[in-house]
C-alpha cells in the first residue's frame, strides 16, 4: 500500500476513449521527501473525483493536450454547473500555457460568470476565477486589470482562508508578478516574500510551487542587477524541479532559460548558450512549433548571439522568433514588436543603422496601434529610435525621439523609475555627441542620481552613468575628475562581472590613457 512511483509517460489506449494507460517507475521506499511531496498532492486533490485527478495529474507533469482532451469530454457530459466552472477554469489554464491568450480569456470569463450566478460573493472558485483572469492579463501586459483581478482575488481570500493558506501565497505572488512587471521591484519583492514565507511554512521543501517563489524573486535579482542572488534562487528552483518533474517538463525549460539570462547579464556567454540550448531542446519535445514559448528561446539565442557579435547567427535566430509570433499571434499583437525591436538591433550593432532604424519603426508602429499612448514600451521604441539617430548623427532627430521618450516616462512612471534614467542618459549622450558639455554632464548626472537611488551598489547600470561622465570631463580636459569617475565604473565592473568582459579591458585602457594626461 501506498507505494511510491514517478509518472514516466500517459498514453491514451484508444482513439475518444475515456482510457489511460500510465507509465509508472517504481522509487525507492525510504525517499522521505519525495513521500512528503506524495502526501501534499493528494492533500490538494483533495475529494475530487478520479477523473479529476488524472486531469489535475495530466497538468501537473506537462501533458496538457492530454488534459484537454479530458476536461473537453466531462465537459459535454455534465450539467452541474460548479462542474463547468471547473472544467472552464482548467481549458482556460491550457491554453494560457499554450499561449493562446485570447482563448485563455473566454473560458476564464465563462467561468467566472457561472460563479456570479450560482455562488456567494465570498466563494473561493470566485477568486480563481479572477485569479485566473489576472495571470492572463499580466501576460498581455494590461497591467491595470491584471492587479484589478488580483486584488480581488486577495480580498476573496483574505474573508474565508485561513492565514497561511496556500492560496494566499498564490495571490501574494501573482500580485508580485504585476509590480515586477512594472518596473517597481520594492513592491514586488515585499509580495514575493510574502508568498515564499507561507509556502516555506506549508508545503514539503520540494514542491513545484516553492520553485515558482524561487524563479520569481531570482528573476526580480536579475532585473535590478543582483546576479549572484538571482542565480541563487534560479538553481534552487531547478534543483526542485529536477526532483519532481518528468525530464521534458516546461518548468524545467524555464528554469533553463533564467539561468541562461543571468550567465548572459554577467558576460559569460558559454555558459549563457548551454543553458538556453537544453531549454530549447525540452520546448521542442513538448511544444507545438509554432508556440510562443519556441519564439522566446529563439529570442534568448538572438540576445546572446548579438552580444558575442555573430551576428548572422543573431538575425537567424529573431527570424526564427519572428516567423512563429506570425503565425500564432494577431497581426498588431505586442511581441511582434519586440521581435522588430531586437533585429533592429542587431542591425545598428553591425553599424547598419537605416535598416535598424526601419525595424525600429515597424516595432513602434505595432506598439502604437496595441497600447496606451503613455505606455513604456513606446519609450522603449523612441529610445531605440533616437539610437539610430544619434548614430547616424542626425542629432536633431535623436534628440527628439529621446525627448518623446522622456515625456512618456515623466508622465506614466516614478520619479525615480529607471527607464527615466535611461532617457536622461541618451539625452546626455546626444549633447555630448554635440559637444555641449555643460548640458551632458546635466543630464546625465540626472541618470547617476536615480540609478542611485534605485539600483544595487555593483549593478552594471552604475557604472554605465560613471563612465559617461567621465567621457565629458575626458573632453572638457579634467582629467582629475575623469580618473575618479572610471575607478568607480571599473570598481562596480569587477564586482559584477567575469574578469575577462571587454567593459572591463575598455575601462582599464582608458583609465592608463588618462594617467598619461595627468
Known amino acids: 500500500m501506498h507505494t511510491v512511483f514517478r509518472v514516466?509517460?500517459?498514453?491514451?489506449?484508444?482513439?475518444?476513449?475515456?482510457?489511460?494507460?500510465?507509465?509508472?517507475?517504481?522509487?525507492?521506499?525510504?525517499?522521505?521527501?519525495?513521500?512528503?511531496?506524495?502526501?501534499?498532492?493528494?492533500?490538494?486533490?483533495?475529494?475530487?473525483?478520479?477523473?479529476?485527478?488524472?486531469?489535475?495529474?495530466?497538468?501537473?507533469?506537462?501533458?496538457?493536450?492530454?488534459?484537454?482532451e479530458l476536461y473537453n469530454v466531462l465537459l459535454e457530459q455534465t450539467s452541474d454547473e460548479k462542474e463547468k466552472a471547473f472544467y472552464y477554469n482548467q481549458l482556460g489554464y491550457i491554453r494560457d500555457t499554450q499561449g493562446d491568450y485570447e482563448k485563455a480569456i473566454c473560458y476564464y470569463e465563462k467561468a467566472l460568470e457561472i460563479c456570479q450566478q450560482s455562488l456567494p460573493s465570498n466563494h473561493p472558485a470566485l477568486a480563481t476565477a479572477f485569479n485566473n483572469i489576472g495571470v492572463v492579463y499580466d501576460r498581455t501586459g494590461e497591467y491595470s486589470k491584471a492587479l484589478s483581478s488580483h486584488e480581488k482575488t486577495l480580498e476573496t481570500n483574505n474573508k474565508t482562508l485561513p492565514l497561511n493558506d496556500p492560496r494566499l501565497a498564490i495571490s501574494y505572488n501573482n500580485i508580485g508578478l504585476v509590480y515586477d512587471n512594472m518596473r517597481e521591484y520594492s513592491?514586488?519583492?515585499?509580495?514575493?516574500?510574502?508568498?515564499?514565507?507561507?509556502?516555506?511554512?506549508?508545503?514539503?521543501?520540494?514542491?513545484?510551487?516553492?520553485?515558482t517563489s524561487y524563479n520569481n524573486i531570482g528573476l526580480l535579482y536579475d532585473n535590478t542587477g543582483e546576479y549572484s542572488n538571482a542565480l541563487s534562487f534560479y538553481e534552487k528552483a531547478l534543483e526542485i524541479y529536477q526532483k519532481t518533474l518528468p525530464t521534458n517538463h516546461p518548468s524545467l525549460a524555464t528554469s533553463y532559460n533564467n539561468i541562461g539570462s543571468v550567465y548572459n547579464n554577467m558576460g559569460e556567454y558559454s555558459k549563457a548558450l548551454s543553458s538556453h540550448e537544453k531549454a530549447?531542446?525540452?520546448?521542442?519535445?513538448?511544444?507545438?512549433?509554432?508556440?510562443?514559448?519556441?519564439?522566446?528561446?529563439?529570442?534568448?539565442?538572438?540576445?546572446?548571439?548579438?552580444?558575442?557579435?555573430e551576428y548572422s547567427k543573431a538575425i537567424s535566430s529573431h527570424e526564427k522568433a519572428l516567423a512563429i509570433k506570425q503565425k500564432s499571434l494577431p497581426p498588431n499583437y505586442p511581441l511582434l514588436a519586440t521581435s522588430y525591436n531586437n533585429i533592429g538591433l542587431v542591425y545598428a550593432n553591425m553599424g547598419e543603422y537605416a535598416k535598424a532604424l526601419s525595424?525600429?519603426?515597424?516595432?513602434?508602429?505595432?506598439?502604437?496601434?496595441?497600447?496606451?499612448?503613455?505606455?513604456?514600451?513606446?519609450?522603449?521604441?523612441?529610445?531605440?529610435?533616437?539610437?539610430?539617430y544619434e548614430k547616424m548623427e542626425e542629432y536633431s532627430k535623436a534628440l527628439l525621439s529621446y525627448e518623446k521618450a522622456l515625456e512618456i516616462c515623466q508622465k506614466t512612471l516614478p520619479a525615480n523609475h529607471p527607464l527615466l534614467a535611461t532617457s536622461y542618459n541618451n539625452i546626455g549622450s546626444v549633447y555630448d555627441n554635440m559637444d555641449e558639455y555643460s548640458k551632458a554632464l546635466s543630464f546625465y548626472k540626472k541618470a547617476l542620481e536615480i540609478r542611485q537611488q534605485t539600483l544595487?551598489?555593483?549593478?552594471?547600470?552604475l557604472a554605465t552613468s560613471y563612465n559617461n561622465i567621465s567621457s565629458v570631463y575626458y573632453n572638457m580636459g579634467d582629467y582629475s575628475k575623469t580618473l575618479s569617475y572610471l575607478k568607480r565604473a571599473l570598481d562596480i565592473w569587477q564586482r559584477a562581472l567575469p574578469p575577462t568582459h571587454p567593459n572591463i579591458k575598455t575601462v582599464k585602457k582608458n583609465i592608463e590613457i588618462v594617467k598619461d594626461k595627468l
Open 187 to 211: 513592491k514586488a519583492l515585499s509580495f514575493y516574500k510574502k508568498a515564499l514565507e507561507i509556502r516555506q511554512k506549508t508545503l514539503p521543501s520540494n514542491h513545484p510551487d516553492l520553485a
Open 456 to 461: 544595487p551598489s555593483n549593478h552594471p547600470d
Open 280 to 309: 530549447f531542446e525540452i520546448q521542442q519535445k513538448t511544444l507545438p512549433s509554432n508556440h510562443p514559448h519556441l519564439a522566446t528561446s529563439f529570442n534568448n539565442i538572438g540576445n546572446l548571439y548579438d552580444k558575442m557579435g
Open 359 to 388: 525595424y525600429y519603426e515597424k516595432a513602434l508602429q505595432i506598439r502604437q496601434k496595441s497600447l496606451p499612448s503613455n505606455h513604456p514600451d513606446l519609450a522603449a521604441s523612441l529610445n531605440n529610435i533616437g539610437g539610430a
Open 8 to 68: 514516466g509517460a500517459v498514453k491514451q489506449l484508444e482513439n475518444k476513449s475515456q482510457l489511460y494507460q500510465v507509465e509508472l517507475r517504481l522509487t525507492s521506499d525510504d525517499d522521505p521527501q519525495l513521500r512528503l511531496l506524495t502526501d501534499q498532492i493528494r492533500k490538494e486533490a483533495g475529494d475530487r473525483t478520479g477523473w479529476h485527478k488524472l486531469g489535475n495529474l495530466l497538468l501537473t507533469i506537462g501533458q496538457f493536450n492530454k488534459a484537454e
